[in-house]
Structures are given as C-alpha cells and as structure tokens.
C-alpha cells in the first residue's frame, strides 16, 4: 500500500446529504482554511450512481467564491 498526502484549502461539514422530503431545504458548510487565497466552490448533485442530475432539485449558488479563512453556507 502506498500513502499519499493530500492538502486541502476548502472542506464541507459532510460529504453527503440524505435530503428528506418534508424539509424544505439543506444546507451546508463550506470553508477555506487556506489564510491567503480564496478559492471558487463548485457544488452538484449526483445519484446513487455517481451521474449528475438536473433536476427536481438544484444547488444553489451552484458555484461560490470562499474568502480566506472564512465560511459560507
């Protein structure tokens, strides 16, 4: 087995969403831990396949520039 070392600057509270359908919508956290650079988020949603879908449901902002060392929702 081999290691490798991975650096991130933006994470996510989670990594999936299970949405429930009398919930009007989720959110989640995304952060730049990066203290210098701000970085553009790209968020989308997949089935249980891994295809992209568009629709009924849909990302929003699909995509979003994090400022250094903050958070957004």
């Known amino acids: 087995m081999a290691a490798q070392q991975v650096q991130a600057a933006i994470a996510l509270d989670r ?3 299970i949405f429930d359908g009398s919930q009007k919508s989720v959110s ?3 952060s730049n ?5 701000p970085y553009l988020a790209q968020g989308w949603i997949e089935d249980e396949q891994g295809n992209k ?3 009924p449901l849909t990302v929003l902002p ?3 520039r994090i400022e250094p ?3 957004a929702r």
């Open 15 to 17: 990594t999936r969403v």
């Open 28 to 30: 989640l956290s995304v």
């Open 33 to 37: 831990q990066n203290k210098q650079l």
């Open 53 to 55: 879908i568009q629709s």
């Open 62 to 64: 699909p995509v979003q």
């Open 69 to 71: 060392a903050s958070r």
